[in-house]
């Protein structure tokens, strides 16, 4: 077989056979490849639309509401648009699509959408807002206290003098009005300090709202944050955006620097203007928010990598916390320890004093990429492996946590017999534990989970796909 043929048999089977929904439509504006995505997401088989006009395919369409035709007439691509509608099958579906014209010697020849369906992530963006509006109604109709308080300064262990300094500086943080922005490790306890400002300061009486910038598409995040007017896009509500909701307390953004940098300036203006607008709104609606920002990244490699804007960051690093990863305060383990064998004895209705020494050893060689928040997960995982009547947990009770104690390398018990597999199997087995265990560790964060294995992001997903 020809490289030229081998290429182009590669190319169609990965338009044919990838996630992601793929639609073509030529000059004629008949369908030239639909895959087989597109098809699930739309609710048709592909020989209903190859060959014919797309405007017979989908007669709701017409020349201006189809943004494969508006691409192809205007020339001029549409990046990441939102769009919620009903497909073949009667459901509702909300896409994230980009649509792309063709080009040929200067002249557009076609059309091609990419589309992704993020129907579950809507639902989960819209019942965050439904619960915080509840939440916000609740308080008005009661009048009581709107938060119960879950974090304060009171839950922060520790009395190492790096961690001392930063909780030294978020107490005095929590008498001012001014952006936070604090920089810690995954499981160093960011939202922890967060809280602690909030519960501490003017606003403790107002509403404390926290979101994840990397867990939702940005087309959709920009919607929780700043609502949308009905209209805005197609399938769109009026709603509240979590600005609006924690109007008068507190925002906190965990992972800012996940967030694309055309949503970090319309948030940067927000910050500096006092007013946010709803998508396909066109009123100005004031906002007093206090803003908390996290990154679990040091904002100067954020800075240097082009994933924080450098005007948004001296925005919000007014006050700059920085929280010490465990390791760097090997110190405050046995504090720690004792603290969380103190709340799993009354959880579990166990009776441990303490860790056995080997334990502690290990533990002290030990780098903790999942820092305070790993440490919890292996004492509560351990304590689940004693007796109520054990007084102290050993090295064979920390098993379910898979902890590895550093330089100890990793066995194989064969118990004198030869493995009936391969070694190519065997290996890829043992790869795949060691993915999972990251994958854990690290709360399923692909990017966080990529730079501890030291491979890149596409990878790691090309690794979990073949799992």
Not at 373 to 392: P, T
């Amino acid at each position: 077989m020809k490289k030229a043929d081998l290429n182009e048999l590669l190319v169609q089977n990965i338009l044919r056979h990838g996630n992601i929904g793929i639609h073509v439509i030529d000059k004629e504006r008949k369908t030239i490849v639909y895959n087989e995505a597109m098809a699930e997401l739309e609710g048709l088989e592909i020989f209903q639309v190859m060959d014919r006009d797309i405007l017979d395919i989908f007669p709701s369409l017409n020349e201006y509401t189809s943004t494969l035709i508006k691409v192809m007439n205007s020339g001029e691509p549409i990046i990441n648009s939102t769009q919620t509608y009903f497909n073949y099958r009667g459901h509702s579906i909300t896409t994230i699509s980009s649509t792309l014209p063709l080009i040929s010697d200067g002249h557009v020849i076609g059309a091609m959408e990419i589309a992704q369906d993020v129907t579950n992530l809507r639902k989960l963006s819209d019942q965050l807002l439904e619960l915080q509006q509840e939440l916000k109604q609740t308080k008005q109709e009661t009048k009581k206290t709107p938060q119960i308080r879950k974090y304060n300064f009171t839950s922060i262990i520790g009395n190492n003098r790096s961690l001392s300094i930063a909780k030294e500086i978020a107490e005095r943080a929590s008498e001012t009005a001014s952006s936070v922005l604090i920089f810690g490790e995954t499981g160093t306890g960011k939202e922890m300090f967060a809280q602690s400002i909030h519960n501490h300061g003017v606003r403790k009486g107002n509403t404390f709202i926290a979101q994840n910038c990397a867990a939702i598409p940005d087309s959709l995040l920009e919607g929780i944050l700043f609502g949308t007017e009905k209209g805005g896009f197609t399938g769109a509500i009026e709603r509240e955006g979590i600005f609006e909701q924690a109007n008068g307390g507190t925002l906190l953004l965990d992972e800012i620097n996940s967030m694309s940098l055309p949503l970090q300036a319309k948030l940067l203006r927000v910050l500096q203007e006092g007013y946010i607008r709803r998508i396909g709104g066109i009123r100005d609606i004031p906002v007093d928010v206090r803003i908390i920002a996290t990154t679990n990244e040091d904002p100067k490699v954020s800075l240097e990598n082009g994933t924080l804007r450098r005007d948004l960051y001296y925005r919000l690093s007014v006050i700059n916390i920085h929280i010490p990863p465990l390791r760097d305060r090997l110190d405050d383990l046995k504090l720690l320890i004792k603290f969380f064998i103190q709340k799993y004895n009354e959880l579990l209705n166990k009776n441990i004093d303490k860790v056995s020494e080997e334990v502690m050893e290990d533990f002290r060689n030990y780098s903790w990429p999942g820092n305070i928040r790993e440490l919890e997960n292996f004492i509560e995982g351990a304590m689940n492996m004693v007796s109520s009547r054990d007084k102290v947990l050993n090295r064979e009770n920390f098993i379910t946590s898979s902890f590895i104690p550093k330089g100890k390398p990793l066995t194989a018990n064969l118990s004198g017999r030869l493995p009936e597999e391969t070694l190519p199997e065997i290996l890829e087995d043992v790869e795949r534990s060691i993915i999972q265990e990251i994958m854990k560790r690290y709360d399923h964060n692909i990017s966080n989970t990529a730079r501890h294995l030291g491979i890149k992001r596409q990878t790691l997903q090309y690794k979990l796909r073949k799992d």
